[in-house]
């Protein structure tokens, strides 16, 4: 475990030295470094640290890759901008250019992968590894435990032909409202867990620093959030996978993930104190959920998901278009001042955004009547 460690260690000082460089970069200033300027300096910095040149350069180069796919995803408004990685928390790395006979079952319960300069790693197969897998990730968390994930892009499911358009609203007491009425619920935290972890968070609290005991609280806590995000995983498989089969083409809103993650955890150079608390907790949840759920569709769905810019879809009347903040008359009632239209708020937005409508702001200040009988802007984009 040792030499995986290592592995890890060297992924993330690669990682941090990437970090640091794009730290400093500001508009205006020369471009940061992309990942073939990048890709060069690793070479120098592996002439000059041994211990650097004794790790796997290809380990170290797909950090600085998945560093790069980082810093896009961040462009693109659908991740949080690459943080600093710490020893101990964020322990990993990736392996890509996978052949088929480096994945080996053992027995009905292990296998074995191979990871370049450490060797034959023994795993429990707990679920398929994937056919036509080409890269795997090694993490250890929080727990101390090793994972190791197969990585395959999903095949595309055929769409069913039905001409069918689903629209697809994210929310925070409803994970997702769709077009149809549906109303979906990711499992977040369940009573039990919450208080489990409130338990636990307060008895870390009094650990000293560097104990023993601090460590066995730490990894408690970690076991709790990952069989969550287990759970949220699970969700997004079959959520995504329903969807791409019943509807033709599917749309999403457009949204600022990173405002949504900010509100809940604070900035990323700042992170909130109330992660803790039942709100926080779940929106971030949530707010990962959305994202790996749009991903996931984008793959499954290859080619049929639109992302339409969504501004005022909570406050428009799906029925009739008008648009007042009066429509919403609570978190979960939405009832039309003009047409009198009555339906969940969330599946009322989720309707609208079926029907790939977006307002300007312009638009929603015009006069009323103005306002009403405008015909639906189509504003989508290809993903
Ligand atoms: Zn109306």
């Known amino acids: 475990m040792a030499e995986l460690l290592e592995h890890c260690a060297q992924a993330r ?73 710490k020893a101990g928390r964020d322990e990993g ?8 006979e480096h994945v080996q079952r053992l027995n009905r319960r292990y296998g074995r992968v191979l990871v370049p300069k450490v060797g034959w ?16 990730r090694v993490t250890c968390d929080r727990a101390g435990r090793w994972h190791v994930a197969f990585a395959a892009i999903p095949d595309p499911i055929p769409g069913p032909g039905n001409g069918q358009t689903v629209g697809l609203d994210r929310g925070i007491a409803v994970s997702a409202a769709l077009s149809t009425g549906e109303l979906l619920v990711v499992a977040g935290f369940s009573q039990g867990e919450r208080r489990r972890l ?26 709790v959030k990952a069989r969550v995000t287990e759970r949220r995983k699970d969700w997004v498989e079959k959520i995504s ?62 080619g049929r998901v639109r992302k339409v810019r969504a501004a005022y879809t909570s406050q428009q009347c799906s029925a009739c278009g008008h648009i007042a903040p009066e429509n ?7 009832r039309c001042v003009a047409c009198g239209f009555a339906c969940h708020a969330d599946v009322n937005a989720a309707r609208n955004i ?22 639906p802007h189509l504003a989508t984009s290809a993903p």
């Open 198 to 223: 409130r338990r636990l968070q307060r008895r870390l609290a009094r650990c000293a620093r560097g104990s023993n005991r601090r460590a066995r609280v730490k990894a408690a806590i970690a076991r």
């Open 241 to 302: 996978t329903d969807l791409a089969r019943r509807f033709d083409l599917i749309r999403v809103e457009d949204l600022d993930i990173r405002g949504m993650t900010r509100s809940a955890k604070g900035t990323v150079e700042r992170p909130g104190r109330n992660v803790g608390q039942k709100a926080g907790l779940n929106r971030g949840i949530l707010a990962n959920g959305w994202g790996l759920l749009v991903a996931r569709l984008q793959h499954k769905a290859a």
């Open 93 to 100: 790395f990736r392996q890509v250019g996978v052949k088929p």
């Open 328 to 334: 919403r008359q609570s978190q979960a009632v939405f």
């Open 354 to 375: 079926a029907a790939g409508r977006a307002v300007t702001a312009r638009g929603a200040l015009q006069p009323l009547g103005g306002a009403v009988n405008r015909e």
């Open 13 to 85: 000082f690669v990682w941090n030295l990437a970090c640091e460089q794009h730290a400093h970069w500001r508009p205006g200033r020369a471009a940061a470094p992309g990942y073939n300027e990048q890709a060069r300096q690793l070479t120098e910095a592996r002439a000059e640290f041994a211990w650097l040149r004794a790790g796997s350069v290809t380990v170290q180069q797909q950090a600085l890759r998945d560093f790069a796919h980082a810093m896009s995803s961040f462009f693109r408004g659908i991740h949080r901008r690459p943080s600093w990685r």
């Open 121 to 136: 790693v023994r795993f429990r197969w707990s679920r398929a590894v994937p056919e036509g897998v080409k890269s795997y």
